[in-house]
Every structure is written in structure tokens, then in C-alpha cells.
């Protein structure tokens, strides 16, 4: 089944379909989503990181697993909570600029969005920012950090993707595949 969320070679591809014919053989010169290949037929990623690319997958099955939480944070001691407390101009560190946009946008609030990696609940607390938007599934960083949430932005599971290109040429099969996946995780689920 693995042979199926990564792109295999067209050699070792035919080979392997005939010797296990549950397995989808990949498109020739097939590259890994992102590299400006067809890539994998199937993959599974992040509801998370699906609100960060331009790139259209089809979301396929809510796997269930990996579950967080997007949301706002402020230092402990900020009189900011709901949006009526934002000041005019927001500045809100990030690594999720488009998750982010979209939310403050929605809200009316403008916003100026600084796109850091890492340890990005330390920008209040250095004076970068007067917020962050941040993953969490406990809130252990945040309160760690002296941090408090005010917002959820919104909720990410592992997803079950496929590429647009699979779904066209290889329908049926990709098809079978999913219904096989989706039986796993409904008996884990029962």
C-alpha cells in the first residue's frame, strides 16, 4: 500500500502492479507534490498544511488522527480578547499567512501579518508582535510562553488527498483504494 502515497518510477510501477495489483502505478517521471510534478496519487497531510498551499488536491477522508487547533494567542497580561479589543492595525506573528489572511480579512481586521518559523509564540514576548497565530493541541506551549488563547481559527486532522491528475486518469482505482483506507479507519473509529 505504501507504494500508493509516494511516486514510484514507471519500471519498478508496472513491476510491482502485476505483482500487486492493489498497489497504483505512478505517472511517468512523477515527482513529489510541490516539485512541479504530478506527483504521488495519494498522500496524507494536514488539514493544516492544505490552508497553506495554492496547489488543488482533493481532499478525499478525514483520517481522524493528528488532531490541533489554529488559533489566536496573546500574552497573558493583554486586555486584547474578542475582536471588539483589537486595536485598528493588528500586527500578528505567523508561519500560517494564509490561514490567517483569510480569517482576519473575514473580521474586517487589518492586520500586518509577520511570517516567522519556529518559535513564534515568543514574538509578543519580545514586543514583534501583539499576537500570534499558532498550532496547538493542548495549549501546554502557549501557557508555557504565558500565552492565552482568544480565538480558534479553526481545527486540522490528518486528510487523505489526491492529486487531480490520478483522479482523472486512474479514477476507479484510486477509488478502490480510498474505499480500502476509509474500512481501516472505520474499524479503528468502531
Known sequence: MSSTLAAVGPTRAHR????????LPSPRR????????PGPDLGIVGKDALW????????LLDLGFGGCRLVMAVPEDSTLAGPLTW?????????YLG??????????????????YGSVELAP??????AVVDLTATGTTLRENRLREIVEIGSSTAR??????SLRTRGAD???MVAQIRQGVDAVAA
Not at 510491482?16 to 498497489?23: F, I, L, V, W
Not at 512523477?30 to 510534478?37: D, E, K
Not at 487523505?160 to 491528475?165: G, R
Open 87 to 95: 486595536p485598528p492595525m493588528l500586527r500578528v506573528a505567523t508561519k
Open 99 to 116: 490561514a490567517a489572511r483569510r480569517y482576519f480579512e473575514a473580521q474586517g481586521q487589518e492586520t500586518e501579518l509577520i511570517k516567522l
Open 16 to 23: 510491482d502492479h502485476h505483482r500487486h495489483p492493489h498497489r
Open 160 to 165: 487523505l488527498i489526491a492529486n487531480q491528475v
Open 125 to 130: 514576548l519580545i514586543g514583534l508582535a501583539d
Open 30 to 37: 512523477a515527482s513529489p507534490a510541490g516539485r512541479g510534478g
Open 52 to 59: 497553506e498551499t495554492d496547489r488543488v488536491h482533493y481532499e
Open 174 to 176: 484510486v477509488q478502490r
